[in-house]
């Protein structure tokens, strides 16, 4: 009952003023219609693109896309961008005044959005009053983010290359040292092959030790059989040692040249799903929005002060009485 009589209430109110309320929203239309007219409101238009990460090496635990958006948000691109598009002038801040940067920031960050989709990809979004600018941008933003991409890649591949390099160098260093031992080896004891030498010398010493007409010639095999006593163990030690290392010295080789070519290789680290275009309708401001939120808070706020008004005479009047 008390609502149906509030309902009442309201509908009498809104009879009484009809004209008066039909006036209040004639003006804020029009008013709301001139306040976001080019005139007053800078129309800007929107370009933007659609972007899949590629070829990016993940760094901690973020993903690929998380990554992408860090770097997209980078003062690197921001400043390059500034400067490609003199956005201090395009935005009207005086370069030389004690809150540029910050002014340049704030504008910035209301005029590029990049967001994360569902799909695990990222939306570049640049708003400009100048529709080709605004297409530009986003180009030129897509273009940093592959240079910003690059140079971190290949800051990694270069620190994995001096590391490499520092290793490499020093197998070959303990390569080359097993190799002067081993030939001092072969020069000074004659010994060439541990187990070919050893076999023939020991077959050789049995022959003539087992034959009394030639015992006189098993000196001539003694020289061999002390020699690979001496240092055949040495020799067969480090002559494993050095095939290891020289495996050890062949996997580092290649992973220093893979490292380089990380280097060397020039790759986009992105794949534009949408490229943007020069957009042919302003984005902002939306009129018809404006206007429409305008007439409907003037014409609230203006019941809302009638009924206020007709309460306060209601009571003025019992009152009197």
Known sequence: MSEFKNNSELLNLLLRWWKHLLGVALIALVLSAIFSSPFIITPKYKSFAVLYPANIIPMGNETPTEQMLQVLESDVIRDSVTNLFHLY?????????????SNLIKQYQESVVF??????????????????????????????FNKKERFLQQEKAMELVKILDTQV??????????????????????????????EYATERYL???????????????????????????????????LWRVRGGYNDLKEQLEAAERDVEKNLTYCNVITNPVVADKKAYPIRWLIVAVSVLSTLLISVLFLSIAENVRGKDTVNEH
């Open 89 to 101: 002038e395009t935005y009207g801040i005086n370069q030389k005044g004690s809150s540029s940067t």
């Open 115 to 144: 967001r994360k989709t569902e799909y695990e990809s990222v939306v570049v979004e640049v708003l400009d009053k100048d529709p080709t600018q605004a297409r530009d941008m986003v180009e030129s933003i897509i273009f940093f």
């Open 169 to 198: 160098t020093r197998k070959r260093a303990e390569m080359d040292s097993m190799e002067t031992i081993l030939t001092g080896i072969r020069q000074n004891y004659g010994i060439l092959d541990y187990a070919l030498q050893t």
């Open 207 to 241: 022959e003539v030790i087992s034959t009394p007409s030639r015992k006189m010639n098993a000196k001539e095999i003694e020289p061999l059989l002390d020699a690979l006593k001496e240092k055949g163990g040495e020799f067969m030690a480090l002559n494993e040692h």
